[in-house]
């Protein structure tokens, strides 16, 4: 019996499962079962953004550790989400606001607590924040831009990562090394012809396994962006600034 098609669509309950800003929303700041958990999810999902743009106005490195520490602790014990505008209901837009706001308040006053001291552990690592070589220098980007690159990335990291464990799952991993050259990689990978002769297959059968990676690749970033708008219809507009983000 063959391995299980990675590729395979997902169910109808899991496309239009809500999505957890739309839950977070919902509850508008109550501690309604779930809520918690998935404000904690996303605010783990912004810990590389919020860092980079604490960075750019000037902060060291531990300094904007401990703020953007700060800042989530901050964020999950107060009512600030009762404010959310579900007409403008983008998660990175909320936070933003929210971290400025934040970083305002904290400017006109001392910090009175020892780094690690009583904040709500994420469980993230320092490195994470750092990048991984692919941002620019601080003099290219302002603030803003390099929240705005450092979410692009990290969005898509996710969906690479979701896209290979599933391959994984499917024991496949093999296949998903030898063609994520081609989707994530432009023309400087291995050629069709090459890849076959790799894998053992025929070059009509590996350009066939393209397409459907990179389809399915395709559904779990629209999938991971849905998770931070309020509703479907704001994914596409959404997709498009991740892709402009990331051509800069």
Known sequence: MSSPDPTSNPSEAQRFAPTRWSVVLAAGGNSAAGTREALEKLCQNYWPPLHAYIRRQGFSL???????????????????????????????????????????????????QKRGGGRLNLSLEADLAEGDGREPSTSELTPDQAFDLRWALTVLDRSVARLRQEYADASRSELFEALKGAPF????????????????????????????????????????????????????????????????
């Open 62 to 112: 531990h300094d904007a550790q401990d703020l953007t520490q700060d800042f989530f602790t901050w964020l999950l014990e107060s009512d600030h989400l009762r404010v959310a505008d579900p007409e403008r209901g983008k998660f990175r837009s909320f936070l933003l606001i929210r971290l400025k706001h934040f970083l305002l308040n904290e400017r006109k006053k001392t910090r009175a």
């Open 185 to 248: 990689s432009g023309n400087g990978g291995p050629s069709y012809a090459e890849t076959a002769a790799t894998l053992g297959l025929t070059e009509s059968a590996v350009k066939s396994a393209v397409h459907r990676l990179r389809q399915r690749h395709r559904q779990l970033l629209r999938e991971e962006i849905l998770e931070t708008v309020a509703t479907p219809a704001e994914v596409d507009a959404e997709l498009r600034y991740l892709i402009s983000v990331i051509g800069r």
